[in-house]
């Protein structure tokens, strides 16, 4: 047990296992509620939706950072890691938000991202001030160039957000950026590093969180010493070989955390965005590292029932081999809203769709929430946890009108405007039907609005039994009696179904297909859509007891 600090406080339950099957509900805190009319939300604001994630029957409320930063990637770029940025709050607003959620039997997660730190991170500064080989520059990569002056990049190495991964410092070498030039890559082979990020895991556990997302996962173990590296995806060899990705060493640092996580009573809890193949992936979530890692399959594929049902088996199967807990996602801050995926066409490239406006291929937005819908609760039927986005909720859908001149993400910089990026899925979300920011704050958003959104607000959408809203309540509040185990038996059913029995008689059925089909004998808890007498509508999934 750390003796370091109390912390501010706990859950009124300690189930050392409830990450296992619990609903997360992703906060993206610049986005969801503004208390100090700046335009950006903040943790007071936060502090004063606990009721309203209460209400939705969250289990676990994951906020995305809110670190200081320059937020040059949304705060994906973090300059101090044991702070929060004052546009945020404070340290003394995250202890009220951790005790407004915990009084709620709410946990708490927070977003760690040890791959790189924003260049405007103290050690960053000392680097650029410090001669090439100091301890200072140790802490990231620094190389020189090739070429006859050292002119060019020490590598082909490409950025995720477009461009060369290294850029050029005054004194002539070149540091290493997987993301923005804004986001340098720490050096993970040095103890250094490691101590300083085992120190932030104990600080934030120490003020009473309960778990933790870490970022880039895959990322943190390097081999410098392959400068080639494929640039396409499917060249790549996925296997622990690749130079930049999932190497096997990383784990060596999980199970090193894992090790400072279980210090406390109940330990605390982990999931990994670790972008890996399904074997490979729940590695990181073996019970001697994280616990958890993210599965993006579903959130990849397309509303067909014979991917949807591979992709559970596969995924159970996986995580039951690992003695992990399986995890579930159709949408988080860095794709495309799954109510607009399923309205597009199969098989739309969304980047190209975004640089449209949203005009071509036309999007059927019935359709697209239709599917949402029955998707969610069909994820909300299976065994583990999952993941849900902020808005989603309401049905909301990806913005794709946000003029050019206010796009935030790097990606729409780094790619010369090629690529719009991820703002469309990050616009402030709606809470009053009226008013200058839809209730999210008292002035303008840092991103606008769709005109339209008040009809997706909470208060249009409370109380209206056939809302978003009303569903995903309606699911989390019988899924509290009915989530038990891993079990999951699949069921006899037409071609474009599935259905599969979870235990006392609880069973979830989805007709992925346009034409209704005979509705299965039992009492309905819970539809995503209205039901025909005797029929499950296309599109639809039906919880029965
Ligand atoms: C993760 C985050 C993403 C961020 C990137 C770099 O993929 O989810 O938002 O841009 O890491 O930190």
């Known amino acids: 047990m750390s003796t370091?600090?109390?912390?501010?406080?706990?859950?009124?339950?300690?189930?050392?296992?409830?990450?296992?099957?619990?609903?997360?509900?992703?906060?993206?805190?610049?986005?969801?509620?503004?208390?100090?009319?700046?335009?950006?939300?903040?943790?007071?604001?936060?502090?004063?939706?606990?009721?309203?994630?209460?209400?939705?029957?969250?289990?676990?409320?994951?906020?995305?950072?809110?670190?200081?930063?320059?937020?040059?990637?949304?705060?994906?770029?973090?300059?101090?890691?044991?702070?929060?940025?004052?546009?945020?709050?404070?340290?003394?607003?995250?202890?009220?938000?951790?005790?407004?959620?915990?009084?709620?039997?709410?946990?708490?997660?927070?977003?760690?991202?040890?791959?790189?730190?924003?260049?405007?991170?103290?050690?960053?500064?000392?680097?650029?001030?410090?001669?090439?080989?100091?301890?200072?520059?140790?802490?990231?990569?620094?190389?020189?160039?090739?070429?006859?002056?050292?002119?060019?990049?020490?590598?082909?190495?490409?950025?995720?957000?477009?461009?060369?991964?290294?850029?050029?410092?005054?004194?002539?070498?070149?540091?290493?950026?997987?993301?923005?030039?804004?986001?340098?890559?720490?050096?993970?082979?040095?103890?250094?590093?490691?101590?300083?990020?085992?120190?932030?895991?104990?600080?934030?556990?120490?003020?009473?969180?309960?778990?933790?997302?870490?970022?880039?996962?895959?990322?943190?173990?390097?081999?410098?010493?392959?400068?080639?590296?494929?640039?396409?995806?499917?060249?790549?060899?996925?296997?622990?070989?690749?130079?930049?990705?999932?190497?096997?060493?990383?784990?060596?640092?999980?199970?090193?955390?894992?090790?400072?996580?279980?210090?406390?009573?109940?330990?605390?809890?982990?999931?990994?965005?670790?972008?890996?193949?399904?074997?490979?992936?729940v590695l990181y979530a073996r019970p001697s590292e994280l616990g958890q890692a993210f599965n993006f399959d579903l959130l990849e594929a397309p509303f067909d029932a014979t991917a949807f049902r591979e992709i559970v088996d596969r995924n159970l199967s996986a995580s039951a081999e690992s003695g992990a807990s399986s995890t579930w996602v159709l949408s988080n801050h860095d794709v495309v809203r799954h109510a607009t995926r399923y309205g597009l066409p199969d098989g739309t490239d969304t980047d190209a769709w975004l640089m449209t406006d949203g005009t071509a291929p036309a999007l059927d937005r019935t359709k697209g929430l239709r599917r949402a819908r029955a998707a969610t609760l069909l994820m909300l039927a299976l065994p583990g946890s999952s993941y849900v986005y902020q808005g989603e909720e309401l049905g909301l859908e990806e913005s794709v009108a946000i003029p050019h001149e206010l796009l935030q993400d790097p990606k729409w910089i780094r790619t010369g405007h090629t690529v719009k990026g991820r703002d469309g899925c990050r616009v402030p979300i709606p809470w009053t039907t009226s008013g200058p920011s839809f209730g999210f704050g008292a002035v303008a958003p840092h991103l606008p609005q769709p005109a339209d959104f008040g009809a997706s607000s909470v208060e249009a959408e409370d109380g209206d039994p056939a809302s978003t809203l009303s569903l995903y309540r309606a699911a989390t509040a019988a899924r509290r009696d009915l989530q038990r185990g891993e079990d999951l038996i699949w069921l006899d059913s037409p071609a474009g179904v599935v259905a599969f029995a979870r235990h006392d008689g609880w069973r979830s059925v989805t007709n992925f297909g346009t034409e209704p089909v005979p509705l299965p004998d039992g009492e309905v808890v819970v539809a995503s859509g209205p039901l025909a007498d005797g029929l499950l509508p296309g599109e639809t999934t039906v919880w029965l007891r």
């Open 4 to 281: 370091l600090r109390t912390p501010a406080s706990t859950p009124r339950t300690t189930d050392p296992d409830w990450w296992r099957d619990a609903v997360v509900y992703q906060v993206y805190p610049r986005s969801f509620a503004d208390s100090d009319a700046d335009g950006l939300g903040d943790l007071a604001g936060i502090t004063s939706r606990v009721p309203y994630l209460a209400s939705l029957g969250v289990d676990a409320v994951w906020l995305s950072p809110f670190f200081p930063s320059p937020l040059a990637d949304g705060g994906y770029d973090v300059a101090d890691y044991r702070d929060v940025d004052r546009r945020f709050g404070t340290l003394d607003d995250f202890d009220a938000l951790v005790r407004a959620a915990h009084e709620h039997d709410i946990r708490v997660i927070v977003d760690i991202v040890p791959n790189h730190t924003s260049d405007e991170h103290a050690w960053f500064r000392q680097a650029l001030a410090a001669a090439p080989g100091s301890p200072e520059r140790a802490r990231y990569v620094f190389r020189d160039g090739a070429g006859v002056d050292g002119e060019l990049p020490p590598s082909d190495w490409v950025s995720n957000f477009g461009g060369s991964a290294w850029t050029r410092v005054a004194d002539g070498q070149w540091y290493l950026h997987l993301f923005a030039p804004e986001q340098p890559d720490l050096d993970w082979s040095n103890p250094e590093v490691r101590a300083d990020f085992e120190d932030t895991l104990r600080f934030w556990s120490d003020r009473g969180v309960d778990g933790f997302r870490v970022d880039v996962a895959h990322g943190l173990a390097k081999d410098l010493s392959t400068p080639y590296r494929p640039s396409d995806e499917h060249a790549l060899p996925l296997d622990g070989s690749d130079p930049l990705y999932d190497r096997d060493e990383v784990h060596e640092i999980f199970r090193a955390w894992r090790l400072v996580l279980d210090e406390y009573d109940p330990p605390r809890a982990a999931v990994a965005e670790a972008w890996a193949p399904g074997p490979r992936r």
